[in-house]
């Protein structure tokens, strides 16, 4: 038998008790949790509580006097059995039917604001069942530098509750409620097992802090502050009215988190050390952030849900996140690593080097790129608008269906290579490359309107491939070069193995506005090597340098200080022609033209025969489709047709080319007239029309 002076008010059991058995002391030591083991330290008077009982025999500890609305109150040892305490804020006297009667505390005048448990033994303490202050509601604190577990522990009635340690806190299976108020924990690591409960604001304050799969839970905010943060796969944080903040080096796992309020995990690496962020589950009726600190680190998550009027924020060294739904903004910076067709926002703002779509993709809203390069192998489907601010180049690999831009297009880059399909709304482009080529179109823009400008570029600065199309299908198409000039390619391609009949083809590149104007305003030389447009409003060409042309157009003009052998030409008619260099004269006035020919008549004016040698076929999608048949190849004197490329190929021009010897005699009316009887050429028949040039030849016979 040990015994105890009554001083010491050592509880327990049910009762309070001035001697205690061996036999009690063996069942806490045993680590049944069923005793509560409180000691009180009696070295401070003004620090010491009194221990006692309620009616029904649950431990009571009657706090000491406050100062100032503290009561401080010193213990050796502090735990708590499953019959939980009493603590008596109380100046009058209570019966209740969780723990029976409790008198008033002598000690008393006015009941305490802040109550402060400070454990100053070697022992840790467990705190189990309802730990309850009766009387006024008030803030508890309880300090114990040696480490504290909770299991099935209740704290009640309290205006806010505080837990420090320098050690390790637990909390056990059966988890922790704080029926009131608010709780601050504080420790050295923090190992939760069990589901925490928190009236109102829940902030734990570790340097290590793990979850296992168990619901953390505020009324209102939650938050988790400290070194690296451990979720495990079935952990779940949630805010009920709140938001959810976690701040630490590290955040690792796959647990969910779900609030009310704003969403905000950020990761703090301390140097020479990667950080990150892992989750399963991000769902917030306000913002969400996920980010690493100096992008030292990389974010993933399988799914993030916000509201459709809030925004998300992710910043990493690398952003993985397969499902994102409902913001108005989503907002990146670092590379992004997976594909992200299952974001469904309304506008993504991405900042980061460099971004390569690696798989089709299908953006719901607007997205905007701001970084080094931006590109596309793979088929893209932006259902806004697509904003670029790139510092490096911006290129169109994508086959198949290419680049589809339901809104408009406005991108600022260093260059602008597209070699496949761009459809787009309005298509505005800047590019600030000051060698050649600064843009480059070897495959198809379609847009409602086009403006192409070329600020820095010299040379060829919009340069546009033979098998290049640039259509503005509603508005007018301005393409800008004040420091350089622009091409607009030619070559020919061999037709496939066994055509004896064609042999070959050639292709030049489509301008085309068939509702509005091209207007081309360059500081170096123009260049039209077999170009066909089709206007409403015509070419208009403002150009420094020279501007060669061997252009089909409708309506074609030319501004410029210095003479040009060019005319101002207008074809009257729907099929875009061929109008080369002319002989002889620099005539400005309008000629009708209709020709292929390109020699001057009899009356020493240049005036164009015309022979049509092709088709049109319906426009397929948004594209200008339409194919042209050779009638005729011979050795010397060829009928030599052009094709440009695209869905089908659609026609550039069709004109007699001389060879070799046949180039002399090429101004011989009788040479002209046995070229085209051994092209055996049907001047009344569908492909071939006269023209006056024609007309007047046949006068001249």
């Not at 029926?179 to 829940?202: C, F, M, P, Q, R």
Request: aromatic share 8%.
């Amino acid at each position: 038998m040990v015994s105890r002076d009554y001083s010491e008010s050592k509880i327990f059991g049910l009762s309070c008790i001035k001697s205690t058995c061996l036999f009690l002391i063996v069942l806490f030591l045993s680590g049944t949790g069923l005793a509560a083991d409180i000691v009180v330290d009696n070295n401070y008077p003004e620090k010491t509580p009194q221990l006692t009982q309620t009616s029904m025999g649950i431990p009571q500890i009657n706090i000491a006097a406050p100062i100032n609305g503290f009561s401080y109150n010193q213990f050796k040892q502090f735990s708590v059995g499953a019959d939980g305490v009493v603590i008596n804020n109380a100046i009058r006297n209570y019966d209740l039917d969780e723990c029976g009667k409790v008198k008033t505390n002598p000690n008393l005048a006015e009941p305490a604001k802040v109550i402060i448990f400070e454990i100053t033994g070697a022992d840790h303490s467990e705190l189990l069942g309802i730990n309850r202050i009766v009387g006024e509601q008030a803030k508890i604190i309880l300090i114990n530098q040696n480490g504290l577990i909770f299991n099935n522990c209740n704290i009640v009635n309290s205006s806010e509750v505080e837990f420090q340690t320098d050690g390790n806190v637990q909390v056990g299976n059966n988890g922790l409620t704080v029926g009131n108020g608010s709780l601050l924990l504080n420790s050295d690591k923090t190992a939760i097992e069990g589901n925490i409960y928190v009236h109102e604001d829940l902030i734990i304050n570790s340097k290590s802090t793990s979850i296992k799969p168990s619901e953390i839970r505020a009324g209102n905010n939650l938050v988790i502050d400290g070194g690296e943060i451990q979720l495990d796969n079935g952990a779940k944080l949630k805010s009920d009215s709140g938001f959810i903040k976690i701040d630490g080096k590290k955040v690792t796992g796959s647990g969910d988190l779900d609030a009310k309020g704003d969403i905000s995990v950020l990761s703090r690496p301390i140097e020479g050390e990667k950080g990150g962020v892992s989750l399963n589950l991000a769902n917030a009726s306000g913002d969400i952030f996920l980010g690493v600190e100096n992008n030292n680190g990389n974010i993933s998550a399988s799914e993030i849900k916000a509201n459709q009027n809030s925004n998300i924020k992710l910043f990493g060294e690398k952003i993985d996140v397969k499902n994102i739904n409902g913001a108005e903004n989503l907002i990146i910076g670092g590379e992004i690593n997976n594909d992200p067709t299952n974001w469904n926002v309304k506008n993504i703002e991405m900042a980061g080097a460099d971004y390569n779509v690696t798989a089709s993709t299908t953006i719901t809203g607007n997205l905007k790129f701001v970084g080094k390069s931006f590109t596309v192998p793979q088929y893209l489907k932006i259902n806004g608008n697509f904003t670029l601010d790139l510092t490096g180049s911006f290129i169109n690999n994508a086959a198949d269906r290419g680049i589809i831009v339901d809104g408009n297009w406005n991108s600022v880059s260093k260059d602008f290579i597209n070699q496949q399909k761009i459809k787009t709304g309005v298509f505005k482009a800047n590019v600030f490359q000051s060698d050649q080529h600064a843009f480059v179109n070897r495959g198809i823009i379609s847009a409602d309107s086009i403006q192409i400008r070329a600020d820095k570029a010299q040379n060829e600065a919009i340069f546009q491939e033979s098998d290049g199309i640039l259509e503005s299908r509603n508005g007018k198409m301005e393409l800008i070069a004040p420091e350089g000039g622009m091409y607009f390619g030619y070559k020919k391609e061999f037709t496939q193995t066994g055509d004896k009949q064609y042999g070959f083809k050639f292709i030049g590149s489509q301008l085309l506005s068939p509702n509005d104007q091209i207007h081309i305003q360059s500081g170096g030389n123009v260049v039209f090597d077999g170009t066909q447009t089709i206007t409403k409003n015509g070419v208009m060409v403002e150009a420094k340098g020279q501007v060669t042309e061997n252009i089909q157009s409708d309506n074609y003009q030319v501004i410029k200080d210095v003479p040009v052998e060019v005319y101002k030409r207008r074809q009257n008619g729907t099929t875009s022609i061929q109008v080369g260099k002319t002989w002889g004269q620099t005539d400005t006035k309008n000629i009708m033209t209709r020709g292929l020919f390109g020699i001057p008549d009899w009356n020493s004016e240049a005036v164009m025969g015309w022979i049509p040698i092709y088709q049109q076929v319906p426009n397929i999608e948004t594209y200008s489709t339409m194919e042209m048949q050779p009638r005729a190849v011979q050795e010397n004197v060829i009928l030599k047709p052009t094709f440009t490329g695209g869905m089908q190929p659609a026609p550039q021009k069709a004109d007699i080319v001389f060879e070799g010897k046949a180039a002399e005699k090429q101004h011989d009316a009788g040479y002209l007239k046995n070229a085209i009887e051994q092209h055996s050429l049907n001047l009344q028949s569908d492909y071939f029309k006269k023209g006056p040039a024609i007309e007047k030849f046949e006068e001249r016979k």
